[in-house]
């Protein structure tokens, strides 16, 4: 089996750190938070195998990809990022009119941007974890979270610059790591001041089974280099996403879509959404929605807690959408 290579490319003002291996029709993975491309690892050599050309960036502010102000959180708006892929598949994918696209998380929010502000470019999108949110034209998302969830609530304390990166330096970028890579409980994910995870700094963290030291070093060393910041600051933009998308209220996305997610994954278990998901309100704002498949007992992480799994999903849907007569639309 070939290896994944790794390049650098010049996109939208900043220098684009890219993973890629295997030939054929190219297939776009989208990380999310604490991660970088190596997430994508099972999956990039799994579809590169079944005949596609598998290529994941380092989202703007994370791993290798340096260049965006991580001091201004108005540069990581979905707008920024999907500037950033657009001039990446001119680049990685000049002779497709379209792509397959895959996110998680973060990954997940800037794949549904990306298919409501340029669906012209994807041919479909197999999606995990963060479900589509509509524009709610009367609220704020930080007043709603607030309110609902309280201060503590991990999004509500990644807010104000500075703060939560100088608690994370004192608990270390490893512990931090292991936390949030290991959280597998349905509950909300709170961040009480003075103790982050409810324990002592010095206790040891129990891996899953899926998540190796290595896996986890690699991580640490990424994190090492690029700081939180960067990816901290796309929770700091979620009111100026706001802001600069009120011309989207109401929109649908209009690609054909497979979304995945873990029943104890936090995401799943927040209010309102397993309704959203189930009682045809998903189906409303995505009107090409394929399906929605509930993993059970699996956490936030699925792609690599279960990559088995993952990978035969993936495979697939756009199994499913690579002949040109094969559409939704």
Known sequence: MEKIEHKNVEVNGINMHVAEIGQGPVVLFL???PECWYTWRHQMSFMASHGHRAVAPDLRGFGGTTGAPIDDPGKFTTLHVVGDIIELLKIVAPDEDKVFLVGHDWGAVMAWALCLYRPDKVKALF???VSFSPRNPKRKPLETLRAVCGPDYYVCRFQEPGEIEEEFAKVGTKRV???FLSYRAPGPLFLPKGILFGDSPDAPT???SWLSEEDVAYYVNQYAQSGFTGGLNYYRALDINWE???PWTGAQVKVPVKFVVGDLDLTYNAPGTKDYLHKGGLKKD???LDEVVVMKGVGHFLHEEKPDEINKYIHQFIQ???SPRCSLL
Do not use: I, Q, R
């Open 177 to 179: 790591l292991e936390n």
């Open 206 to 208: 129990t891996l899953p």
């Open 286 to 288: 995505v009107p090409f």
């Open 127 to 129: 999606n995990m974890s």
């Open 31 to 33: 990380h999310g938070f």
């Open 244 to 246: 600069l998308t009120a």
């Open 320 to 322: 499913k959408f690579s």
